[in-house]
């Protein structure tokens, strides 16, 4: 069984034609590993994020729509919105939101593009045959699988009254339509599992795994062919399921995937709303955080969807992509007018990969100063899945203000070092985030703090670097940044935090992440492939 | 006989609901003793909470002087111009833990119960029960269009009113949208009609698919699943209670009009937030939104623990500057002064709109506290708690409670709850928990 997945998957990669190396191919074949048993937690419910809402109206209804500007927030919980979508619920101010947004959205639809969504001519104002048509389609598509008799006539039965009070059909579809809209089939993702014969773990449906693999790799509904697949059966096996994966990661929408997780994971979210002083920082304007946030996802899509390349390589390439704001910031030639335009940072630029970049650089710090606290954090709870316990409610917890003998932060927070109730947890994160001091509290490279020196120099777990270059080299290899991406990956695709009997999946995931050269293409593949994905919890 | 579903007990409050009610004289509406004006029965007294994060500083926030006699503090001084208005209750600790820096907190002051603890001791801290302002809601919420509405002044806020566990209701910071969603299309001034728009019925044919739709999921879903769809549920009913509701003749009440839109954009100034206009903006349509009797409870939440926007003049975030700011915190304290400067205005918009003889603020009661006292030690004991209102004559004003024993928080709220008319045995779980109000506070 393992060699037919192995060797099926050698396919895909030729044929998403995303591996330029063939040796590559050769590699994966020779991968041998035994997947280990899971247990998995109760299955739950997952709101959509807005995010998903958004993709999802976009591929129901089509393009060019105005969005409502509100929709019940998304939360993170353990580090993830995904996470939080499984926890969180609708408030009554939510519902009327989305109420509000699925009469809007369809009317804007229909004066869009009447035929697209209406693919029928009604007889006259009341037309079950013809509005039977559009819901069971469109209900199929936005509930991510086939309606029930009972739930087709009712939703037929609300649009037909519409339509004789109105006295319009079009009209009265409005009602059937947002009705779909706002149900919990939509606004849920509802995937629970099926218990199989006796002796088979209990597992998620074909229409549930269409929905799971779908917002995994596109943060969207499932598309026709992938509903297809799922209608005749097909993505319960293995050759069904790696072909469908294959084509969707061929496919434009898999850069949105890609997008969604690493905003998620490096809470690139939070861009949106940077608070910095632009008495102390002169480079700040509203497009700063956006833009930032934008460096870095092309450079992720660059690396994932584009090349198929390292994950390592995020954090040590020169490469980026810079438009004229952030060329400012770095103080290099701006590559285009306008945009973005690609650029390579020289050594002397200090910095290189995504933590040489204002998204890590000015977010993990504060308004008017950076943090080697919040730096350091970032780097061991999001990119090596440390857990660092949040300080102790009643301490004092200010560093000293500068003074002739500490001027640098280096100096100031020794004292997190020194007090050895502090530095239990303080030496884990402020060393690191020191190597990263050359960047003020926005990014900017300086080499002086209030005239005196910077020393970014200091150790991670024992590998040395002198500045910030040499510490994302040592990141890019420590030996649980693989684990952590696996780890990440499988929560945000599972919208729960890793439980105890998930641990081997995990470790399964990174050895073929790790073998596969950290290809997160591979890792992708490999988790939907995995029972850890295609199993369920009991409901209990 | 068989017991009735939920759809069919909905049908029937449905169609009993779409009648107007005979208006009893305006004098007897709000003289807090008469009958309600609408829906008979239950006093229509209010309750309003104002949250601001990061606490004070306790040795500059105390007044001098107790019981009657009393002298506002340093920072309590913006507060001059209602100073008979409200009642300040100092040396209140809470007694819940203190675990998560600033979530313990909020949740301590405002539940009386700690935070919802996880087996790993790692997730994001949520409040394990519903917050003083959803305990209100839950109680005198139901008869108004909406049962409760949040809003918030500092952009990002999230809020913490709480409806249950990962159950947040977040809240309105768009003064635009607020405007909208209340004052908008569907809002009737006194004197109006109701809405006659068949298009009412057809949408809440639309809710009662949903519903019946939750009904049915909810027999496959396990345990937590269930209680969010519960809530889901409670969401969509209340949303066809208030279409029924928009088809009744609004109440006729002196002091409601349409307030002005306010203005759609609050750009920030100097990378400053302009958190006072937006403040103003939100508290005079929470004032008209009790004046036109649109809700009985609101919670508005000035900024988040936690936060670390900048504050006009201030040299560092709200946050870094309680825990890095030296020596006595000179800007530490100015931004509280502004805060409670802000405080005064909601205050005084209250007590401007004219009920009978007594203001809409003598009719409810203003609840103002943060999640801790210092921030730099997120200390739990001195507690601000600043009250403003009589709650229809329940709650003292004008008054200085200072307590040397460090008592409870609890009681306050209890207190509190109590006044809004709300028989509750006891406030808080476990050692947060009380079974008696303060009775200083109360008259």
């Known amino acids: ?540 | 006989m068989k017991p009735l579903s939920r759809r069919e007990i909905l049908r029937g409050i449905l169609g009993g609901a779409a009648v107007s009610v005979g208006l009893p004289p305006l004098e007897a509406m709000f003289n807090c003793s008469g009958t309600a004006y609408a829906a008979g029965g239950g006093l229509p007294v209010r309750f309003g909470l104002f949250f601001w994060g990061n606490g004070n500083l306790p040795e500059r926030w105390t007044p001098t002087g107790e019981g009657t006699d009393w002298s506002l503090s340093e920072q309590l001084e913006p507060l001059g111009s209602v100073k008979d208005l409200i009642t300040v209750v100092s040396g209140m600790n809470l007694h819940t833990d203190n675990i998560y820096p600033h979530t313990s907190g909020a949740s301590g002051i405002l539940t009386g119960c700690n935070l919802l603890a996880y087996e790993d001791g790692r997730q994001d801290g949520t409040f394990a029960v519903p917050s003083i302002d959803q305990t209100i809601a839950g109680q005198i919420g139901g008869d108004t269009i909406y049962r409760s509405l949040e809003t918030g002044a500092m952009p990002g806020t999230d809020g913490n009113s709480y409806n249950g566990p990962n159950n947040r209701n977040p809240p309105e910071l768009s003064p635009m949208a607020f405007y909208e969603r209340i004052f908008g299309a569907s809002f009737r001034e006194p004197g109006e009609e109701g809405i006659v728009d068949p298009t009412l019925a057809l949408r809440r044919s639309v809710l009662d698919a949903v519903m019946g739709d939750i009904d049915k999921l909810n027999a496959r879903v396990g345990m937590s699943d269930r209680a969010r769809l519960e809530q889901h549920f409670t969401g969509i009913r209340e949303l066809e209670l208030r279409l029924a509701r928009l088809q009744e003749d609004p109440p006729n009440l002196e002091a409601c009009l349409r307030p002005e839109s306010p203005a759609s954009e609050y750009p920030e100034v100097e990378g400053r937030h302009p958190v006072a206009d937006i403040h103003r903006a939100m508290s005079d349509l929470l004032v008209m939104a009790l004046a036109c009797d649109q809700t009985r409870v609101f919670s508005h939440w000035f900024s988040d623990p936690l936060t670390n926007k900048l504050y006009p003049d201030a040299t560092m975030g709200h946050h870094s500057l309680t825990h890095d700011e030296p020596g006595e915190q000179p800007e530490v304290n100015m931004v509280t002064r502004f805060i409670m400067g802000e405080l005064a205005y909601m205050i005084e918009q209250l007590a401007a709109v004219d009920e009978g003889d007594e203001t809409l603020l003598d009719h409810m009661v203003l609840l103002a506290t943060s999640e801790h006292s210092r921030g730099q030690t997120h200390s739990f004991e001195e507690m601000p708690i600043v009250l403003a209102g009589g709650a229809c004559g329940a709650l003292r004003q004008g008054y200085h409670y200072r307590s040397y024993t460090g008592e409870n928080a609890s009681h306050v709220m209890l207190s509190l709850v109590r006044a809004m008319g709300i028989n509750a045995p006891t406030f808080g779980v476990d050692a947060g928990e009380v079974s008696d109000g303060l009775s200083q506070i109360e008259t």
């Open chain 1, 1 to 540: 069984m393992q060699i037919l997945r192995i060797a099926l998957f050698t396919v895909t990669i030729a044929g998403c034609g995303g591996i330029t190396d063939p040796s590559g191919l050769d590699k994966a074949a020779t991968l041998d590993r035994d997947e280990p048993g899971v247990s998995l937690p109760e299955p739950t419910l997952r709101r959509l994020t807005q995010a998903q809402y958004s993709n999802s109206i976009r591929d129901l209804l089509g393009e060019g729509l105005i969005f409502p500007s509100n929709l019940e927030p998304d939360k993170s919980t353990d580090g993830l919105r995904a996470i939080g979508a499984s926890l969180t619920t609708i408030s009554p101010r939510g519902v009327e939101q989305f109420e509000d947004a699925a009469f809007d959205l369809v009317t804007q639809a229909l004066d869009v593009d009447r035929d697209a969504l209406i693919g029928c001519e009604p007889a006259e104002v009341v037309d079950d045959d013809c509005a039977r048509e559009v819901i069971t389609a469109f209900g199929r598509r936005a509930w991510r699988r086939p309606l029930d008799d009972d739930e087709i006539s009712t939703l037929v039965s609300i649009s037909a009254t519409a339509a004789q009070t109105l006295e319009d059909f079009d009209q009265g579809l409005v009602y059937g339509l947002a009705a779909i809209l706002q149900s919990p089939y939509f606004l849920f993702r509802v995937e629970l599992g099926e218990q199989g014969e006796s002796g088979v773990e209990r597992r998620f449906t074909n229409h549930e795994l269409a929905s799971r693999m779908s917002f995994l790799l596109w943060d969207t509904i499932p598309d026709e062919a992938l509903l297809a697949a799922a209608d005749a059966g097909v993505l319960t096996t293995d050759e069904g399921l790696q072909t469908q994966i294959d084509r969707m990661m061929a496919d434009d929408r898999f850069e949105d995937g890609v997008r969604a997780f690493f905003t998620d994971m490096w809470t690139l979210y939070e861009l949106d709303d940077l608070t910095k002083d632009p008495t102390v920082f002169t480079h700040m304007s509203p497009e700063v955080g956006p833009s930032a946030r934008e460096e870095t996802l092309l450079g992720v899509v660059d690396n994932v969807v584009h090349a198929d390349g390292d994950y390592r390589e995020m954090f040590t390439t020169q490469r980026t992509f810079l438009n004229r704001k952030l060329a400012s910031i770095y103080g290099v030639r701006a590559p285009e007018r306008e945009g973005f335009g690609e650029a390579i940072l020289e050594e002397s630029s200090g910095r290189r990969g995504i933590l040489g970049q204002v998204s890590f650089l000015a977010l993990q710090s504060h308004a008017v100063n950076s943090s080697a606290t919040l730096r350091g954090k970032f780097v061991r709870e999001v990119l090596l899945c440390s857990y660092i316990p949040p300080p102790p409610s009643d301490v004092d917890t200010s560093i000293p203000e500068a003074s002739a003998t500490a001027v640098t932060l280096r100096d100031r927070v020794a004292v997190h070092l020194e007090d050895e109730y502090c530095a239990s947890c303080h030496q884990l994160v402020d060393p690191i985030g020191l190597g990263f001091e050359q960047f003020d509290g926005l990014g900017h490279f300086r080499t002086l703090e209030q005239g005196a020196t910077i020393d970014p120099s200091g150790d991670l777990d024992g590998a040395s670097f002198d500045v910030a270059w040499g510490l994302t080299g040592h990141i890019a290899e420590h030996e649980d940044l693989g684990a952590c991406l696996a780890q990440t990956l499988l929560a945000y695709g599972s919208g729960h935090s890793i439980t105890q009997g998930e641990y081997e999946a995990v470790d399964y995931l990174t050895e073929g992440f790790q073998f596969m050269d950290y290809s997160i293409q591979f890792l992708m593949s490999d988790l939907i492939m995995s029972s850890a994905f295609r199993q369920s919890g009991e409901i209990e």
